[in-house]
């Protein structure tokens, strides 16, 4: 089996680069390419072609323009990555029969009311990202290809940026945070996604009826603030020195931010657990593993 990787050097597309590893050839490109293919989805036409070019059975997109509230200001640079590339992407797919795997965002979702929304909900983003994200899968469900697209949240991982390393990294600097405690939703690891993307790929492949959209975020729930505080006490555990003395809860309000950001991002993840028979684990287990590693412990 052939796949090809975009964006093989972002929190998801590192750990994809391990978990593909084990399915086939994988030729794994970020935005400066490689040889004459093109990995860049500013370049949307050269994607195409490098599609056919190396006509691969599996794309798999961890590509994605991820500065959320940049994206505020930078709304065309946003829409060409997150929407314009991924409908060539999926023309592409379509046009040699391969199967595209892609993700895509809670922040699809305008997060109101307290229950996880469900595949089917409606999809009404607050801010440019998630109107992006949103067009973008749009697009590959008119492209008439095979796909599959995993909706998650909270990544993080040991390699790239993310809440988990900040919070770490400001808890050996700073004797007091303010996090906020009114955004509900799941952490996931990087790690968690890129295994559960390998295993789905391979039942996709012999069971075409399995393509369509799917929840993938770890089991249970939690706020930034329970979260951080969860981070604090597994790196206390592990005898960090923190300079950390003192952590307040505070509304979205008093952090106002250049994007608007969902209150309620609990996804439903019962689909996928159901379709590929994987058990999605509570978050904090990845949260425990990362912190080990992220301290070097
Ligand atoms: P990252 O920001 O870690 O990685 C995104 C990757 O996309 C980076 O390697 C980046 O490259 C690359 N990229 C950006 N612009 C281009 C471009 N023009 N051409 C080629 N590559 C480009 O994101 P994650 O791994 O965390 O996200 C993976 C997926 O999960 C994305 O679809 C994202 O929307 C989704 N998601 C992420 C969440 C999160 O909390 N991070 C939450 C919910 C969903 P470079 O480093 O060179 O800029």
Redesign the pocket.
């Known amino acids: 089996m052939k796949i090809l990787l975009?964006?093989?050097?972002?929190?998801?597309?590192?750990e994809l680069q391990r978990s593909l590893a084990p399915l086939g050839e994988v030729i794994s490109?970020?935005?400066?390419g490689l040889d004459q293919w093109c990995?860049?989805?500013?370049?949307p036409d050269q994607v195409y072609q490098t599609i056919l070019d190396i006509s691969p059975d599996v794309v798999v997109?961890?590509?994605?323009?991820?500065?959320v509230d940049l994206a505020e200001t930078e709304k065309n640079?946003a829409d060409?990555?997150?929407h314009r590339?991924v409908q060539k992407i999926a023309e592409a797919c379509a046009q040699i029969k391969a199967l595209l795997l892609?993700?895509?965002?809670?922040?699809v979702f305008d997060g109101d009311g307290t229950s996880a929304f469900t595949e089917s909900d409606l999809l009404k983003p607050l801010n440019v990202?998630g109107q992006t994200?949103a067009l973008g899968e749009q697009a590959i469900q008119n492209a008439q290809c095979n796909y599959l697209i995993f909706?998650?949240?909270?990544?993080?991982?040991q390699k790239?940026?993310?809440?988990l390393k900040t919070m770490l990294a400001l808890a050996q600097q700073r004797e007091e945070l303010s996090i906020i405690d009114d955004q509900i939703g799941a952490p996931?690891s990087?790690e968690l996604?890129a295994d559960v993307s390998a295993h789905a790929i391979i039942h996709t492949l012999r069971d075409p009826s399995k393509t369509g959209i799917y929840h993938l975020v770890a089991s249970g729930e939690t706020s930034w603030f329970e979260y951080a505080n969860y981070i604090f006490q597994q790196a206390q555990n592990l005898g960090a020195d923190l300079a950390l003395k003192k952590v307040n809860a505070i509304p979205t309000k008093a952090y106002p931010t250049p994007a608007k950001r969902p209150h309620n991002s609990r996804l439903n993840n019962q689909k996928i657990q159901h379709t590929f028979q994987v058990c999605l684990p509570d978050w904090k287990l990845h949260v425990q593993r990362t912190v080990i590693e992220v301290l070097g412990k």
């Open positions: 975009l964006g093989k050097n972002g929190q998801v597309g590192w490109l970020d935005r400066n990995g860049d989805l500013s370049q997109n961890a590509s994605a323009y991820t500065a640079a060409m990555v997150n590339a892609h993700y895509s965002t809670d922040y990202y994200k909706r998650t949240s909270w990544v993080f991982a790239g940026k993310n809440f996931t990087a996604i």
